[in-house]
């Protein structure tokens, strides 16, 4: 099994954040280079953001060459409040196997911002992306047994893209 975990600093308050990947619309392919969707089923909370049941069809391309397909299903949300972090449990099947766990909360206050708060300190949110899986298809498998490392550098190098591509995605007048 992988733990995998990466921390995205975006320039954004977190409640922005937190409305751009609890879109019900799926919409991470359109600012994550390298993701593509296939079938997504969107489930709207009270709050207009995804809820419960929501789900999609992953295809992911390594910069080692391979591309792996998943599905993500939401099993449970909570959206930051109060100071609060919003959390979302999420089931990985597929290529993976596992699940991934994602909350935003307000990160350090020094950590580099680009907005600031009601009271005038500078204020961004913190992702913390949690993945616990496993591989599934036995070349995929094989590859993990064999050159763990690798695929962890791969792995990263798919997270630094989705935080630079979510990052330009909020600081876009188009996005505002």
Known sequence: MFVLESVWRPAAP????WSVLADPRFTWPDWWPGLTAGASHGVVGPDGLAAPGTWAHLRVRSPLGYALRFRLDL??????????PGRARLDVTGDLEGRA????????????????SAAGTASA????????????PPWFRAAATLAPAP?????????????????THLTSPAAR
């Open 125 to 136: 949110a913190e992702v913390r992306l949690l993945w616990q899986v496993s591989p599934g």
């Open 14 to 17: 977190t409640a922005r954040v």
């Open 151 to 167: 695929l962890s550098w791969a792995h990263a190098h798919v997270m630094r893209a989705g935080e630079r591509g979510l990052t």
């Open 75 to 84: 099993r449970e949300t909570t959206a930051p409040s109060d100071g609060g």
């Open 101 to 116: 766990d994602v909350t935003v909360a307000d990160g350090p206050a020094d950590a580099p911002a680009g907005t600031t």
